[in-house]
């Protein structure tokens, strides 16, 4: 068992795995249920991070092989 924490730009293959991350990010801010985002949105916001022309990255933390952490940013003026 690793202890260590390993941060990477995501890949397309971690789309299982960041799925239940975003929806938990997503639930926190009371986006769930009624007001959950569409399907749409969630496979455009996927999408954009491997977008040469979106500024929008993401980033997964990874522990003894899973997902556990997630991190979307993009720069502002």
């Given at each position: 068992?690793?202890?260590a924490?390993e941060?990477r730009f ?5 789309y ?9 990010y997503?639930r ?50």
């Open positions: 068992m690793t202890t924490v941060v995501v890949t397309r293959a971690d299982a795995e960041w799925l239940p991350l975003w929806e938990g997503n926190f801010y009371g986006r769930f249920g009624a007001t959950a985002l569409p399907e749409e949105i969630i496979r455009m916001t996927w999408a954009r991070f491997f977008d040469a022309y979106e500024p929008v990255w993401a980033l997964v933390a990874v522990l003894d092989g899973r997902l556990v952490g997630l991190a979307h940013y993009m720069f502002h003026r």
